[in-house]
Structure formats: C-alpha cells, structure tokens
C-alpha cells in the first residue's frame, strides 16, 4: 500500500514544520516580503494563517483535518499576485521541503497541486 503525500510529509507535525519554514523563506525573500513582513506585529492573525493552511494542505494530501477558511479565489482576490511572485513563493516552500528532507516523488506531487492552484492565486 501506498503511502498519502499527507503521509509522506509527515503528517500534521510535518505539515507543520514545512509551513513555519515556508512562512519564514518568504519573510527573507526580498521578492516577497512585502506581503509577510506586516504580519510579524500581528502573532495571532499570522497564527490563523498558518493554521488554515496546514489545515487546507493537510485536507488536500490525505489527511483528515477540515480547512475552514475561504477558497483560494475568494481569499486571494485584491492582492494581484504576479506570475513572478507565484513562483519566489513555490521555489521558499521547496526550499521549505528541502530542509524537511522531502522526497523527489512527494515534491513533484506538491508542485502539481500547486500548480493546479495558480490560477486561482494569479491577478486576483
């Protein structure tokens, strides 16, 4: 039997981990920043942030926890996000999975779904 990608990065705990490093990559990416930074003076907004998105990447790899936030078009609407931020924020979280020691296999399968949410991300 195959493992889920949930399983495979580590489930909740792992989850986790890769969404504070990812968090953190995009703090220190000048390239991004901007959007991140301004959520360091507000701790507890930060935390739902981060809570919704391990809960949503948790729900789409297999996992069993329920995302309760809004839907990507719905909570990316208004920000214009450019193609070229889209992709300084996919290349901190495979630095992100890197450093949590991700396989290739699991890797590709989280660049698909990222991919697969670009256009409800993109110009919005």
Same mark, same amino acid.
């Given at each position: 039997?195959? *493992?889920?990608? !949930?399983? #495979?990065? &580590?489930?909740?705990?792992? /989850?986790? *981990? /890769?969404?504070?490093?990812?968090? %953190?990559?995009? $703090?220190?990416?000048? %390239?991004? *920043?901007? #959007?991140?930074?301004?959520?360091?003076?507000?701790?507890?907004?930060?935390?739902?942030?981060?809570?919704?998105?391990?809960?949503? !990447?948790?729900?789409?790899?297999? &996992?069993?926890?329920?995302?309760?936030?809004?839907? $990507?078009?719905?909570?990316?609407?208004? $920000?214009?996000?450019?193609?070229? %931020?889209?992709?300084?924020? $996919?290349?901190?979280?495979?630095?992100?999975?890197?450093?949590?020691?991700?396989? %290739?296999?699991?890797k590709k399968d989280v660049l698909?779904?990222?991919?697969?949410?670009? &256009?409800?991300?993109?110009?919005?």
């Amino acid at each position: 039997m195959t *493992n889920t990608l !949930f399983e #495979r990065l &580590g489930g909740t705990n792992g /989850i986790s *981990n /890769i969404v504070d490093d990812t968090v %953190e990559n995009h $703090m220190n990416n000048p %390239e991004v *920043n901007a #959007r991140f930074l301004p959520f360091k003076n507000k701790p507890d907004h930060l935390a739902i942030i981060k809570q919704h998105t391990i809960d949503f !990447f948790s729900a789409g790899s297999g &996992g069993d926890a329920k995302y309760k936030g809004k839907d $990507m078009i719905t909570a990316h609407t208004g $920000m214009n996000i450019s193609s070229t %931020e889209y992709m300084h924020v $996919m290349d901190d979280i495979f630095t992100a999975l890197d450093k949590n020691n991700i396989d %290739e296999v699991s890797k590709k399968d989280v660049l698909a779904i990222l991919w697969s949410l670009k &256009g409800m991300i993109i110009s919005k």
